[in-house]
């Protein structure tokens, strides 16, 4: 084509677009500027036809698409394959996504789990330190009664002896001393008296009782059923109502570290005139084969062992056994007509 056309290549692109853009073969005239000249060409479908006879005429093949099915069979295979190396790939995508997924579920529920944990080791500690607290301070008053009131009690003996020698301003002297004295050791009795939990100078003893196993079970895990029986004395010895207040605390603690599964709770307080009972049972697994009810080692000031010395400091006794069914029955026994008690100021 280029030897029919040397210049005028846009009229030679112009025409070669018509012809490859038609369904049907071109059949018209048309001019190129050749080396020999300008020349004239007469088309006819697939042929130019110079004018001069000299010149030959030029033959135009048209290539059409083919259709040959092995072409459309590699074709169609190379589309699936290509779509199935996108879905594997989408499928490789989606497991990973699934396995990151699937560990920061995991990690979220170790995360959990150790903050329970964390929960609830913090409220062990903090009803331990509790319990450090209010036995550290009945011990001191149990040692200013036993020790300080003991003291001041034979000072005063030896003072009232003295008075009853002496005479004049050495009499008067002394009376002084003895009144102080005797103002002093009032003041240890007050200290020794106020040693018990403040719930109970502000509800009074069975409320107290009441109050704290309603607290144990206002989470509503636990179905709480508090009872009261008998007539509740106008006043009970401040050591039995702070030793039984502790017990109550102390086995409440013990159903919800130790017992798995309690669904309902009774406390019982009975006034029976010569005596005061507290029974606190549960509906749990009650003890494990083989293990005898004889405190918590781990945590002895807190466990049974703590809840029995209590008694035996006021003269009661405490019981702790398997309840009729399941589950596992506390019972503190204290006689109100029982010898001198250790721990009662005097």
Do not use: W
Request: with cysteine; glycine share 8%; aromatic share 4%.
């Amino acid at each position: 084509m280029l030897d029919i056309c040397t210049s005028r290549v846009e009229a030679l692109r112009t025409f070669l677009l018509a012809c490859s853009g038609s369904r049907q073969p071109l059949i018209e005239k048309v001019r190129f500027d050749g080396p020999g000249g300008t020349t004239d060409y007469r088309c006819f479908g697939n042929v130019l036809v110079p004018r001069r006879k000299s010149r030959p005429a030029t033959l135009l093949l048209r290539l059409f698409p083919a259709l040959d099915p092995r072409f459309s069979a590699t074709a169609e295979r190379m589309k699936r394959l290509t779509a199935e190396r996108q879905r594997r790939f989408a499928m490789q995508q989606f497991d990973e996504l699934r396995s990151d997924r699937f560990r920061l579920v995991e990690q979220y529920c170790c995360v959990a789990e150790a903050l329970r944990v964390v929960e609830a080791r913090t409220h062990e500690l903090k009803d331990e330190l509790s319990h450090i607290r209010a036995d550290e301070r009945e011990r001191i008053a149990r040692d200013l009664h036993d020790h300080a009131g003991q003291e001041m009690a034979l000072v005063l003996v030896e003072l009232r002896e003295l008075q009853e020698r002496a005479r004049g301003l050495t009499r008067q002297r002394l009376d002084e001393i003895a009144v102080h004295v005797a103002g002093v050791g009032r003041k240890i009795h007050h200290a020794v008296v106020n040693g018990r939990p403040r719930i109970i100078e502000e509800l009074g003893f069975s409320r107290a009782i009441q109050t704290m196993a309603a607290s144990f079970a206002a989470d509503g895990r636990l179905g709480l059923i508090f009872k009261k029986r008998g007539a509740e004395p106008d006043l009970l010895p401040v050591a039995v109502e702070a030793a039984l207040y502790r017990v109550a605390q102390e086995a409440l603690t013990n159903v919800l570290k130790h017992a798995r599964g309690v669904r309902k709770l009774d406390v019982v307080l009975d006034f029976a005139g010569k005596s005061i009972s507290l029974t606190i049972a549960d509906d749990g697994p009650g003890f494990a084969p083989g293990v005898e009810p004889v405190g918590d080692a781990a945590s002895p000031g807190i466990g049974l062992r703590g809840m029995r010395q209590r008694m035996d400091d006021i003269g009661g006794t405490l019981a702790v056994g398997p309840r009729c069914g399941k589950g596992i029955i506390v019972t503190a026994v204290v006689p109100l007509t029982c010898g001198p008690q250790r721990s009662v100021p005097s």
